[in-house]
């Protein structure tokens, strides 16, 4: 029920936004998570403990639209990835502590109502820090509003930066402004550069899940029982384990995006994700054959550690910053909306058919599958995802339709502008 509020909240999320502005998005995200954990902690029975799920999957699902594309509105495109990337960071480092957290309140009455309530104490936390905070200055800009704009954009830029920044979102104001407000969803597909663009974002935010990695996260009490070690203790460290790669690897991927590049960071990563998905299915062939050998439970936590590694440094951060830079401003919150939805359409996809597929062909050859994914995961990128390293949104929105109309596109563009102002 979690993930089927998030879905629905990332599907409303992008009207949301482009409705209300990025930081009331995000304020009414952290009240319906704070109103969703209050009920789960107090929940007299399993339906209102329901109800409270799909609160907070409500407030998840708008937030991980908001986030993103909050973060980068505000950003200098030099370390734009960096700073999307950072939310990424936000999430896993936040996983790592909700497992010290529920560790340490399982010696306490009342153990699953406050692993449950404590959760509203961030969302109270960032909404009484976000009424600091200014509105988006892109979207300031889209409603007209360019006083407080520039104020905000002052914040960012030295004097220099702020003239080029002004003048770039003057020029674009007045078109996006008139996008915006006749805009639709069905729109994003009757015009060939936004349907490019969402190709792009959405292709990415689906094999991100596709290419398993809650399935592993999951899966991880298992992989530890397979080496050997049976004690619910060593399950529990070994999922802080994880968790702990995972936002190292969030880490890592902070400092690839800017200076690797978007493109070539999903790359090696998927490349690694096969060799990962490979060994842990090579792992579960060998046990099913009956084999005691705990070189097969090893191979199998290997595999596990090098996936984890793999992934969270490349494709955990690469969709989520791409979705936040490839769509035109009229745009952003829609595609934003849609292409999150179509994470967690995905994610529940994965997570409800992992164990019958598994229990249907079997685990190795479930990770194989996987791994096939990942292979066309890398052709997909390869075909559709341009690289947007350091290039402003001016300059992003120039790629698609260059792509949709071809190269000449630009010129043709120049020579119209000339003809009107002579």
Same mark, same amino acid.
């Given at each position: 029920?979690?993930?089927?509020?998030?879905?629905?909240?990332?599907?409303?999320?992008?009207?949301?936004?482009?409705?209300?502005?990025?930081?009331?998005?995000?304020?009414?995200?952290?009240?319906?998570?704070?109103?969703?954990?209050?009920?789960?902690?107090?929940?007299?029975?399993?339906?209102?403990?329901?109800?409270?799920? !799909?609160?907070?999957?409500?407030? +998840?699902?708008?937030?991980?639209?908001?986030?993103?594309?909050?973060?980068?509105?505000?950003?200098?495109?030099?370390?734009? /990835?960096?700073?999307?990337?950072?939310?990424? !960071?936000?999430?896993?480092? /936040?996983?790592?502590?909700?497992?010290?957290?529920?560790?340490?309140?399982?010696? +306490?009455? *009342?153990?699953?109502?406050?692993?449950?309530?404590?959760?509203?104490?961030?969302?109270?936390?960032?909404?009484?820090?976000?009424?600091?905070?200014?509105?988006?200055?892109?979207?300031?800009?889209?409603?007209?509003?360019?006083?407080?704009a520039i104020m905000v954009l002052a914040k960012i830029y030295d004097l220099a930066r702020l003239e080029d920044e002004i003048d770039q979102l003057s020029a674009s104001s007045v078109e996006d402004r008139q996008k915006q407000n006749n805009s639709r969803y069905l729109d994003v597909f009757k015009s060939k550069e936004i349907r490019l663009a969402f190709l792009a974002g959405a292709g990415l935010q689906a094999f991100q899940q596709f290419t398993g990695i809650n399935t592993v996260m999951y899966y991880?009490?298992?992989? +530890?029982?397979?080496?050997?070690?049976?004690?619910?203790?060593?399950?529990?460290?070994?999922?802080?384990?994880?968790?702990?790669?995972?936002?190292?690897?969030?880490?890592?991927?902070?400092? !690839?995006?800017?200076?690797?590049?978007?493109?070539?960071?999903?790359?090696?990563?998927?490349?690694?994700?096969?060799?990962?998905?490979?060994?842990?299915?090579?792992?579960?062939?060998?046990?099913?054959? *009956?084999?005691?050998?705990?070189?097969?439970?090893?191979?199998?936590?290997?595999?596990?550690? !090098?996936?984890?590694?793999?992934?969270?440094? *490349?494709?955990?951060?690469?969709?989520?910053?791409?979705?936040?830079?490839?769509?035109?401003?009229?745009?952003?919150?829609?595609?934003? *909306?849609?292409?999150?939805?179509?994470?967690?359409?995905?994610?529940?996809?994965?997570?409800?058919?992992?164990?019958?597929?598994?229990?249907?062909?079997?685990?190795?050859?479930?990770?194989?599958?996987?791994?096939?994914?990942?292979?066309?995961?890398?052709?997909?990128?390869?075909?559709?995802?341009?690289?947007?390293?350091?290039?402003?949104?001016?300059?992003?929105?120039?790629?698609?339709?260059?792509?949709?109309?071809?190269?000449?596109?630009?010129?043709?563009?120049?020579?119209?502008?000339?003809?009107?102002?002579?």
């Open positions: 029920m979690a993930l089927v509020g998030a879905i629905i909240g990332a599907a409303s999320g992008g009207w949301i936004n482009d409705a209300y502005g990025r930081k009331k998005a995000t304020l009414i995200a952290d009240v319906v998570f704070a109103v969703g954990s209050a009920v789960m902690a107090a929940a007299p029975d399993p339906y209102v403990l329901i109800l409270g799920r !799909l609160l907070v999957g409500l407030g +998840v699902g708008i937030a991980s639209v908001t986030a993103p594309v909050y973060i980068a509105e505000a950003s200098p495109s030099e370390v734009r /990835g960096a700073l999307v990337g950072t939310n990424v !960071l936000m999430i896993t480092g /936040g996983q790592f502590l909700s497992y010290l957290v529920n560790l340490a309140f399982t010696q +306490v009455p *009342g153990t699953w109502r406050w692993m449950l309530g404590v959760a509203g104490v961030p969302a109270v936390v960032q909404f009484c820090l976000m009424l600091c905070m200014p509105e988006s200055p892109r979207w300031l800009f889209m409603k007209n509003d360019k006083d407080k991880s009490p298992t992989i +530890v029982q397979m080496a050997g070690f049976s004690s619910n203790q060593l399950a529990l460290l070994l999922s802080l384990i994880v968790a702990a790669m995972n936002a190292a690897g969030s880490i890592l991927g902070i400092y !690839l995006i800017d200076h690797f590049g978007r493109r070539k960071l999903a790359l090696s990563s998927l490349t690694g994700v096969i060799v990962s998905l490979v060994i842990l299915a090579v792992a579960f062939f060998g046990k099913s054959t *009956g084999s005691s050998n705990a070189l097969y439970g090893w191979l199998a936590v290997l595999g596990l550690a !090098l996936y984890i590694a793999f992934f969270s440094p *490349g494709m955990g951060p690469v969709p989520w910053t791409v979705n936040s830079e490839v769509y035109p401003e009229a745009y952003r919150g829609i595609c934003g *909306g849609m292409s999150a939805t179509v994470n967690w359409v995905s994610n529940l996809i994965v997570a409800q058919t992992f164990l019958s597929l598994a229990n249907a062909v079997g685990t190795g050859a479930t990770f194989l599958i996987l791994a096939g994914v990942a292979v066309a995961a890398i052709v997909f990128v390869l075909l559709f995802v341009p690289e947007t390293k350091g290039l402003t949104f001016v300059e992003v929105e120039q790629i698609w339709k260059e792509r949709a109309w071809g190269s000449s596109y630009n010129t043709e563009s120049l020579l119209e502008q000339g003809s009107e102002t002579s």
